[in-house]
């Protein structure tokens, strides 16, 4: 008869479900080493995931309006660009010592030129777009206004006016009178609307003929008007008295 194999290793016994409630009550340092990886990998892939549903999803807009976008970001790309050589000129002439007293003065002059325009207490002029609105119904609102004031300024806009009277500015605001009139400023606006805008003619009638924008949206069947876009040199002599301010002061 063969002799048992004492030597031989006897298998593992089975973990029962007391070892196991063991290691979930005290769990040992690998295995808080691989539960730390698992939430670290986790909060990644979350954070990713948050951060790809947040971006702004163009797979549903048109190609015209892709191209458009296109558009607006290089105008305004190009802008920036030449604000930022212009300073770099001026901060080199006033760092050459050669008559920086002049060019100080000439730069707070232009300074104060292009905030005159753009707090709308000086007229201006230079290329831009006369847009009608034709408006029989009365059925243009005042949000539907303010999204084209805004359409415009995003689209370059320097200075815009309404119906020639009314200069837009950052104070300005939009509402609806108790016979449901426009109002601008508290002003009311008569039919046809008139925006007088100075910038980029292309970008700003691109601007304005934006799917969903101010053309699509009077044209269509809600408003039943009509909206006409003529590229030219503008001369906005609307202004606006400079109001003191109460509570800001120079910091």
Same mark, same amino acid.
């Given at each position: 008869?063969p ?8 298998? %593992?016994?089975?973990? $029962?479900?007391?070892e196991?409630?063991?290691d ?6 690998a ?6 990886i ?5 909060l ?8 790809q549903?947040?971006?702004t ?9 892709l191209v ?6 290089t105008?305004?790309s &190009?802008?920036? @660009?030449?604000?930022?050589?212009d300073?770099e000129?001026t ?10 007293e002049?060019v100080a ?13 753009? $707090? ?8 831009g777009v006369?847009?009608?609105?034709n408006?029989?119904q009365r059925?243009?609102?005042? @949000? ?8 415009m300024?995003d689209? $370059?806009a320097e ?5 020639g009277?009314?200069?837009?500015i ?6 609806a009178g108790?016979? $449901?009139a426009?109002?601008?400023n508290?002003e ?10 100075i ?12 799917s969903?924008?101010?053309?699509? @949206?009077v ?12 590229s030219d ?11 003191p301010? &109460?509570?800001?002061? %120079?910091?």
């Amino acid at each position: 008869m063969p002799e048992p194999r004492d030597s031989e290793t006897p298998p %593992p016994a089975p973990i $029962g479900w007391r070892e196991l409630l063991r290691d979930f009550v005290k769990p040992g340092r690998a295995q808080v080493i691989f539960a730390a990886i698992l939430l670290v990998c986790g909060l990644g892939v979350a954070m990713q995931v948050r951060s790809q549903n947040s971006e702004t999803d163009y797979s549903t807009l048109r190609r015209a309006d892709l191209v458009q976008l296109l558009d607006d970001l290089t105008g305004q790309s &190009r802008t920036l @660009e030449a604000e930022i050589a212009d300073l770099e000129a001026t901060q080199r002439r006033l760092q050459s010592g050669v008559d920086s007293e002049r060019v100080a003065r000439e730069e707070a002059q232009r300074r104060l030129d292009v905030l005159a325009i753009l $707090g709308g207490t000086a007229p201006a002029e230079g290329p831009g777009v006369r847009i009608t609105i034709n408006d029989p119904q009365r059925k243009v609102t005042a @949000e539907l206004l303010l999204n084209t004031v805004e359409e415009m300024r995003d689209a $370059g806009a320097e200075v815009i006016a309404i119906n020639g009277t009314v200069r837009v500015i950052a104070a300005t605001w939009f509402g609806a009178g108790a016979d $449901g009139a426009l109002l601008v400023n508290g002003e009311p606006i008569g039919r046809p609307i008139t925006l007088e805008v100075i910038g980029e003619s292309h970008a700003l009638t691109e601007a304005a003929r934006f799917s969903g924008g101010l053309v699509s @949206e009077v044209e269509g069947s809600r408003i039943g008007g009509t909206v006409s876009i003529v590229s030219d040199q503008v001369r906005i002599t609307a202004v606006v008295a400079p109001v003191p301010s &109460r509570f800001a002061k %120079p910091a």
